[in-house]
């Protein structure tokens, strides 16, 4: 539910007035567009250290094999995609900076004079997060994960799996560990505007619990517990760093809080 405060302040928008659909659709055009230059420009960049980039990625996904053992292909443009799949994933992490600031100012317009000034800290605390979840992603859940899958190779069967959707896997943990770390930052932005407080968050941590291990177990696709708590743990712990977001970042009472842009 939005504030009566800033419900009452709608009329008193600091940009001309309300923007009109057609005027929001070309904002929305425009910032589409810096998105995609960025991730474009961060492509071209990964793909001219593809072959390091590349080495980094699958040295991971081949330390669990059995010895000698190697990821396949059975398609003949598969490699080659394959190189533009590592590119595009890393340019959207070096993008990441831009991508989400022109999130914060199509969103900007519509937020009070002292929100606005929050777009640096909104684009460093969301950029930090969600490399941190990628590295998280990297270097913890998904070898352990891998690792658990690789271990039923026997005298009678051979992992020997193909790269395609061993990437694809690898791709949506990590990007789902992202989006997931991007959880203080969402309480930030939240707590700014009014909807978040810290009292309902300490009232709902049963709930905030359940959600949390449901979403551990749709994102981490080994079946065993211990993988689940990998990611259920460091939820936990940006729940509880949540909470103190929107203790400090709380929106003041509408007596306290500033004004808008003249």
Same mark, same amino acid.
């Given at each position: 539910?939005?504030?009566?405060?800033?419900?009452?302040?709608?009329?008193?928008?600091?940009?001309?007035?309300?923007?009109?659909?057609?005027?929001?659709?070309?904002?929305?055009?425009?910032?589409?567009?810096?998105?995609?230059?960025?991730?474009?420009?961060?492509?071209?960049?990964?793909?001219?250290?593809?072959?390091?980039?590349?080495?980094?990625?699958?040295?991971?996904?081949?330390?669990?094999?059995?010895?000698?053992?190697?990821?396949?292909?059975?398609?003949?443009?598969?490699?080659?995609?394959?190189?533009?799949?590592?590119?595009?994933?890393?340019?959207?992490? &070096? !993008?990441? %900076?831009? =991508? *989400?600031?022109?999130?914060?100012? +199509?969103? #900007?317009?519509? $937020?009070?004079?002292?929100?606005?000034? &929050? !777009?640096? %800290?909104? =684009? *460093?605390?969301?950029?930090?997060? +969600?490399? #941190?979840?990628? $590295?998280?992603?990297?270097?913890?859940?998904?070898?352990?994960?891998?690792?658990?899958?690789?271990?039923?190779?026997?005298?009678?069967?051979?992992?020997?799996?193909?790269?395609?959707?061993?990437?694809?896997?690898?791709?949506?943990?990590?990007?789902?560990?992202?989006?997931?770390?991007?959880?203080?930052?969402?309480?930030?932005?939240?707590?700014?505007?009014?909807?978040?407080?810290?009292?309902?968050?300490?009232?709902?941590?049963?709930?905030?619990?359940?959600?949390?291990?449901?979403?551990?177990?749709?994102?981490?696709?080994?079946?065993?517990?211990?993988?689940?708590?990998?990611?259920?743990?460091?939820?936990?712990?940006?729940?509880?760093?949540?909470?103190?977001?929107?203790?400090?970042?709380?929106?003041?009472?509408?007596?306290?809080?500033?004004?808008?842009?003249?």
């Amino acid at each position: 539910m939005i504030p009566p405060d800033r419900l009452a302040a709608g009329d008193d928008d600091d940009d001309g007035g309300k923007m009109s659909f057609l005027e929001h659709l070309d904002e929305l055009r425009v910032r589409l567009i810096k998105m995609f230059a960025a991730v474009f420009v961060g492509f071209l960049v990964a793909f001219a250290f593809i072959e390091r980039i590349f080495g980094f990625i699958m040295r991971g996904l081949t330390e669990v094999l059995p010895e000698g053992g190697k990821l396949i292909y059975t398609e003949p443009a598969e490699a080659f995609l394959l190189y533009l799949k590592v590119a595009a994933l890393v340019g959207l992490i &070096l !993008a990441s %900076p831009v =991508v *989400l600031y022109q999130i914060w100012m +199509f969103i #900007a317009p519509g $937020l009070y004079a002292n929100e606005k000034r &929050l !777009a640096i %800290p909104f =684009v *460093l605390f969301s950029t930090f997060f +969600f490399v #941190a979840g990628a $590295l998280f992603s990297h270097y913890v859940v998904f070898p352990f994960a891998w690792t658990f899958f690789a271990s039923f190779s026997t005298d009678y069967m051979a992992f020997t799996p193909k790269i395609a959707p061993v990437f694809g896997l690898y791709v949506r943990m990590m990007l789902g560990l992202g989006l997931v770390f991007e959880m203080p930052t969402l309480v930030l932005f939240l707590a700014r505007i009014g909807l978040v407080t810290p009292r309902l968050l300490i009232r709902n941590t049963k709930y905030a619990v359940l959600a949390i291990f449901i979403i551990a177990a749709v994102v981490t696709p080994s079946p065993d517990v211990v993988t689940q708590l990998l990611l259920a743990g460091p939820m936990m712990g940006l729940y509880l760093i949540s909470i103190g977001v929107a203790w400090v970042f709380q929106r003041k009472r509408p007596e306290e809080s500033g004004d808008r842009d003249a």
